[in-house]
Nanobody, 125 residues
Framework: QVQAVESGGGLVPAGGSLRLSCAAS???????????MDWYRQVPGKQRELVAV???????HYADSVRGRFTISRNNAKNTMRLEMNSLKPEDTAVYYC????????????????WGQGTQVTVSS
């Protein structure tokens, strides 16, 4: 199993910036291999929306709504991921989740997706 823990949410005025972090770790003693790492967000009553993706090799993809304002990055040595959010808008208000695709090399398990618990981002107008 993999534990993914987000941090860095909060309240910020429109035009401000926030940095979200996600740290992935094994809950057992397994040696893990990681693939894509993603950020999603969700507002009440709406489907969870993909915000940004970063592949193991560092290729990034962004939702049109955040392209040019958000930057996703990862540190493969530390199994961490970041989302730098600039020029925030009230419509960016949501709970942000990280999703980690990983598998256990120790048990030769298949690839699985693991979600963090979410962190609230609120942008005031």
């Amino acid at each position: 199993q993999v534990q993914a823990v987000e941090s860095g949410g909060g309240l910020v005025p429109a035009g401000g910036s926030l940095r979200l972090s996600c740290a992935a770790s094994a809950t057992s003693g397994d040696i893990l291999e990681f693939d894509d790492m993603d950020w999603y967000r969700q507002v009440p009553g709406k489907q969870r929306e993909l915000v940004a993706v970063i592949t193991r090799g560092g290729i990034t993809h962004y939702a049109d709504s955040v392209r040019g304002r958000f930057t996703i990055s990862r540190n493969n040595a530390k199994n961490t991921m970041r989302l730098e959010m600039n020029s925030l808008k009230p419509e960016d208000t949501a709970v942000y989740y990280c999703k980690i695709r990983a598998r256990s090399i120790t048990t030769s398990d298949r690839w699985r997706d693991f979600w963090g618990q979410g962190t609230q981002v609120t942008v005031s107008s």
